[in-house]
């Protein structure tokens, strides 16, 4: 089936406009990550959901951040008067959830956000 | 803290030399490292895990513990694996949720 998807796949906002980033996990995983890819940090870790537990949102960098996963699928990562510096890529992921060993993600291609 | 550094931003090398990427990490429980690669204008995917101890395209990894270590190697390069490799640690320990740490990446670049 379908990998990973995320949309936008670009999206160029306004300094202190909100935005929302779509992902759709592969169907029957029940982890999902959200990742920030901003240039020359590489990746870092955002929020993760499992099942229906509480998130692990001890990587968001701010309360502008937030994001929320409906019905155990699809997540929308938000975030609030958006700043320049949060210009960066914005990578979704998704599991099956396993411990250990810890399982393989599968990545989306990308939300490409621009805060001018 | 749980911690992966990749020492070089860009390596360079020409076919069929020996590649080595160097990774190292700093955490306190049992480690799973793995290696990540992002080819150009592709999404990133796991190359491979140190608990599979296999080769993928010719890749192996093999995790130091007393270096705290995780280098990746490759014999005999190609230009097909010009890419940019991330290592990541998986810091899940006792608290039930995993996330991967990443490094800051190494582009490697192999030129004809």
């Known amino acids: 089936g379908a990998g990973v998807s995320q949309s936008p796949s670009n999206k160029v906002t306004e300094k202190g406009k909100d935005v929302e980033l779509r992902c759709d996990p592969i169907?029957?995983?029940?982890?999902l990550y959200w990742y920030r890819q901003s240039l020359g940090q590489g990746l870092e870790f955002l929020i993760y959901?499992?099942?229906?537990?509480?998130?692990?949102k001890s990587g968001l960098p701010s309360d502008r951040f937030s994001a929320e996963r409906t019905g155990g699928s699809v997540s929308t990562l938000t975030i609030q008067r958006t700043q320049q510096e949060d210009s960066a890529v914005y990578l979704c992921?998704?599991?099956?959830?396993?411990?250990?060993?810890?399982?393989?993600?599968?990545f989306g291609p990308g939300t490409r956000l621009t805060v001018l | 803290a749980q911690r992966v550094t990749q020492p070089e931003k860009l390596l360079s090398v020409f076919k069929g030399a020996p590649v080595e990427l160097k990774c190292n990490y700093s955490?306190?429980?049992?480690?799973?490292l793995f290696w990540y690669v992002q080819y150009s204008r592709q999404r990133l995917q796991l190359l491979l895990r140190?608990?599979s101890r296999e080769s993928i395209k010719g890749f192996t990894a093999d995790l130091n513990k007393g270096e705290t270590s995780f280098h990746l190697k490759k014999p005999f390069a190609q230009e097909e694996d010009s890419a940019m490799y991330y290592c990541?640690?998986?810091?899940?320990?006792?608290?039930?949720?995993?996330?991967?740490?990443f490094g800051t990446g190494t582009r490697l670049l192999v030129s004809p």
């Open positions: 169907s029957g995983h029940t982890a």
């Open positions: 990541a640690l998986s810091a899940s320990a006792n608290t039930g949720f995993q996330k991967l740490v």
């Open positions: 959901f499992q099942g229906n537990s509480a998130p692990d």
């Open positions: 955490y306190s429980g049992s480690p799973e």
């Open positions: 992921a998704s599991s099956f959830g396993l411990i250990r060993p810890t399982d393989t993600q599968y």
């Open positions: 140190h608990i």
